[in-house]
């Protein structure tokens, strides 16, 4: 099997997806109408309820929902084999994932830009939307606690990396100026600010930065951990277009770019898919060694509820106009599903290339 097919049928049922399913549900279900006036726009106080250019938007949105998990995910699942790990990022990406964060995104806006938690108190009873409200918030919990413990382990590990991303940030605060404050030329921001992150990368390498080995009896790691947080805590309450929106949108353009890059290696060197496309456990019929297990490991690449708090929490208070609710909620899920998708081609297809390239055998 050609990586280059499998990648083509994907882009396509992504393409297939945007255009004509979402378009549909859009029209006929959802309803949008862009004489609606959105919550940014009723209740704009330009801290959190801010309208914006759908593009950056698209951005926030798409960075937002796609961390590691659309990476590591399917990363683990083509260990059963690829074909179920592709169908379930492409299938899931186009009817699952697309509709979920684009439904989610809707609802939201349609009420008064609350969170999800709060829309369920409305809709199917205070009790349940309670009950809703504890559950997102433990699993912000232990989301903001994985990612903080993840983040200062690489932080420590590499420290080459620390000036280009706290860069990063200073660059996000001059876009929210340049764009909302200076009213700019949007792709004129972009590609400076592009230019500037990646100006920063050698700049990380002449000069790494290392914490002291022990501070008020922390190490180092531990110093990351509160560095972090106490960073996420004001990022929080500043006005989402100074430095949460500029951020994500910066880093989804990355994305793109890297998204770009990979797709456009993989079509030239059209390297052949080595792996198995189902492991002969599955061929012989023990189901039980990839459903349920399949879903939960590919979350975040097929469908996750995680989504639907980013979604409610700070995507719908920016929604300028209804119609770009379908742009920035399943199109910022196909961007997380490329990603996915991406990785199990690299892994398939990438991994058995680099064994031959060495003189190795593929199959061990």
């Known amino acids: 099997m050609s990586a280059s097919i499998l990648l083509i049928i994907g882009v396509v049922m992504f393409v297939f997806g945007y255009f004509v399913y979402s378009k549909f549900v859009a029209k006929y279900i959802l309803k949008l109408d862009d004489k609606?006036?959105?919550?940014?726009?009723?209740?704009?106080?330009?801290?959190?309820?801010?309208?914006?250019?759908?593009?950056?938007?698209?951005?926030?949105?798409?960075?937002?929902v796609a961390g590691a998990a659309p990476i590591v995910g399917p990363a683990i699942a083509v260990q059963w084999g690829w074909l179920p790990a592709f169908l379930w990022v492409v299938l899931g990406t186009v009817f699952f994932a697309g509709i979920h964060d684009m439904s989610a995104l809707w609802a939201s806006v349609k009420n008064q830009g609350k969170s999800i938690g709060n829309v369920c108190q409305k809709v199917i009873g205070t009790k349940i939307g309670q009950l809703f409200m504890v559950v997102i918030f433990l699993v912000l919990l232990m989301?903001?606690?994985?990612?903080?413990?993840?983040?200062?382990?690489?932080?420590?590990?590499?420290?080459?990396?620390?000036?280009p991303a706290w860069?990063?940030?200073?660059?996000?605060?001059?876009?929210?100026?340049?764009?909302?404050?200076?009213?700019?030329?949007?792709?004129?921001?972009?590609?400076?600010?592009?230019?500037?992150?990646?100006?920063?990368?050698?700049?990380?390498?002449?000069?790494?930065?290392?914490?002291?080995?022990?501070?008020?009896?922390?190490?180092?790691?531990?110093?990351?951990?509160?560095?972090?947080?106490?960073?996420?805590?004001?990022?929080?309450?500043?006005?989402?277009?100074?430095?949460?929106?500029?951020?994500?949108?910066?880093?989804?353009?990355?994305?793109?770019?890297?998204?770009?890059?990979l797709y456009g290696s993989i079509i030239i060197v059209n390297p052949t898919v080595l792996a198995p496309d189902i492991i002969p456990a599955i061929k012989a019929g023990d189901y039980s060694l990839i459903i349920p297990v399949l879903f939960i490991t590919i979350a975040c690449g097929a469908i996750s509820g995680?989504?639907?708090?980013?979604?409610?929490?700070?995507?719908?208070?920016?929604?300028?106009?209804?119609?770009?609710?379908?742009?920035?909620?399943?199109?910022?899920?196909?961007?997380?599903?490329?990603?996915?998708?991406?990785?199990?081609?690299?892994?398939?297809?990438?991994?058995?290339?680099?064994?031959?390239?060495?003189?190795?055998?593929?199959?061990?």
């Open 36 to 64: 609606n006036i959105t919550p940014a726009h009723e209740f704009r106080d330009e801290i959190d309820y801010v309208p914006a250019n759908k593009f950056v938007l698209w951005g926030h949105h798409f960075t937002a």
């Open 143 to 163: 989301v903001n606690a994985a990612f903080g413990v993840i983040i200062a382990k690489e932080s420590v590990e590499y420290p080459t990396t620390i000036i």
């Open 167 to 261: 860069g990063a940030i200073l660059i996000a605060l001059l876009m929210g100026q340049a764009i909302y404050r200076f009213k700019m030329n949007l792709a004129l921001v972009t590609i400076i600010a592009v230019v500037l992150l990646y100006a920063l990368v050698p700049i990380g390498v002449a000069y790494p930065v290392n914490l002291p080995e022990n501070v008020a009896g922390l190490d180092s790691l531990r110093q990351w951990v509160v560095i972090l947080f106490i960073y996420a805590g004001i990022a929080s309450i500043l006005p989402v277009w100074m430095l949460l929106q500029p951020r994500d949108y910066v880093n989804g353009v990355q994305l793109v770019i890297g998204l770009m890059l």
């Open 306 to 364: 995680f989504h639907g708090i980013v979604a409610s929490g700070t995507t719908s208070k920016q929604i300028n106009k209804e119609s770009d609710v379908r742009f920035v909620g399943y199109l910022g899920s196909v961007g997380e599903g490329s990603l996915a998708l991406g990785t199990i081609i690299a892994c398939v297809a990438g991994v058995g290339l680099l064994s031959a390239n060495a003189g190795l055998n593929p199959d061990t």
